[in-house]
C-alpha cells in the first residue's frame, strides 16, 4: 500500500480566508512534504517534517504554515493567500534515510485563489 | 545554478522505439535517485529507483546511474503512446531528507 490521502481534492477561497490542507497516510513512513507545482514547472520542496523534526524552504512566505499533529498527519495552514498562491499542492511521504528513501506523492489539492 | 537539470524537451518517439531521457546533477554527495512520470494535471508517480551505479531494469523501464559522471538516465523500450507524459528526475541527498526535482522533460509518443 503506498497510498498517500490529501483533502480537499479542490479548493476556491479569497485572499482574506484561511483554510487548511490535509494530507494522511497510514504506511509508517516517518517523513512528510508538501510542495507547490505551478504549471509545467517541476514540484518545489516547501516543507519537510522528518522524525519530528521540520526543515522549511527559506523562500516559502508565513503565510503558509505546516502542522505535524501525528506522524500520520500533516496540514498545510493557509492565511492571507495570493492569486500567485494558486496552484497544485502536492503531499508525499517516506520512510526516512534510515529506512528506505522512495517518496509517494497524494493526488494533490488544486487551490485557487480569488 | 541549478542542482538538477533535464532537457525540457518536448522529446517525441515513434511508437514502439526506445525513448532515452537523460538527467544531471551538481557536484554534491548523493545518495538517491529517482524517476517520476507525471500526466498533465496529476500527481508525480514513482515509476524507478536506483542507489547504485550501473543499470537497474523493471519491465520496459531500465534506470542507468553513473556517479563519476554525476548523470542518471531512463529507457523507456517498446515506447506506448499511454507513455507519453512528463518525466522528472529527482535526487536526494545524502544526510538530507530533500528529494529536489529537474525540470521536468515533456515525452510525446507518436502512434
Known amino acids: 500500500d503506498t497510498e498517500v490521502t490529501q483533502t480537499p481534492k479542490h479548493l476556491v477561497m479569497g485572499m482574506t480566508n484561511k483554510k487548511s490542507l490535509k494530507c494522511e497516510q497510514h504506511m509508517g513512513h516517518r517523513a512528510m512534504y508538501w510542495y507547490k507545482q505551478k504549471a509545467k514547472k517541476p514540484p518545489e520542496l516547501m516543507f519537510v517534517?522528518?522524525?519530528?523534526?521540520?526543515?522549511i524552504n527559506e523562500s516559502v512566505p508565513s503565510r503558509f504554515s505546516p502542522e505535524c499533529p501525528n506522524s500520520s498527519l500533516l496540514n498545510l495552514h493557509l492565511h492571507a493567500l495570493q492569486p500567485e498562491d494558486s496552484a497544485l499542492y502536492l503531499c508525499?511521504?517516506?520512510?526516512?534515510?534510515?529506512?528506505?528513501?522512495?517518496?509517494?506523492f497524494g493526488q494533490g489539492t488544486r487551490l485557487t485563489v480569488v | 545554478q541549478k542542482e538538477v537539470e533535464q532537457n525540457s524537451g518536448p522529446l517525441s518517439v515513434p511508437e514502439g522505439a526506445i525513448a532515452s531521457l537523460n538527467c544531471t546533477y551538481s557536484?554534491?554527495?548523493?545518495?538517491?535517485f529517482f524517476w517520476y512520470r507525471q500526466y498533465s494535471g496529476k500527481s508525480p508517480e514513482l515509476i524507478m529507483s536506483?542507489?547504485?551505479?550501473g543499470d537497474k531494469e523493471d519491465g520496459r523501464f531500465t534506470a542507468q546511474l553513473n556517479k563519476a559522471s554525476q548523470y542518471v538516465s531512463l529507457l523507456i523500450r517498446d515506447s506506448q503512446p499511454s507513455d507519453s507524459a512528463t518525466y522528472l528526475c529527482?535526487?536526494?541527498?545524502?544526510?538530507?531528507?530533500?528529494?529536489?526535482f529537474g525540470t521536468g522533460t515533456r515525452l510525446t509518443i507518436i502512434p
Open positions: 536506483i542507489y547504485s551505479n
Open positions: 517534517y522528518s522524525y519530528e523534526k521540520l526543515s
Open positions: 557536484d554534491r554527495v548523493s545518495q538517491s
Open positions: 529527482a535526487v536526494k541527498w545524502a544526510a538530507s531528507e530533500k528529494l529536489t
Open positions: 508525499a511521504s517516506s520512510r526516512g534515510s534510515r529506512g528506505g528513501t522512495e517518496a509517494f
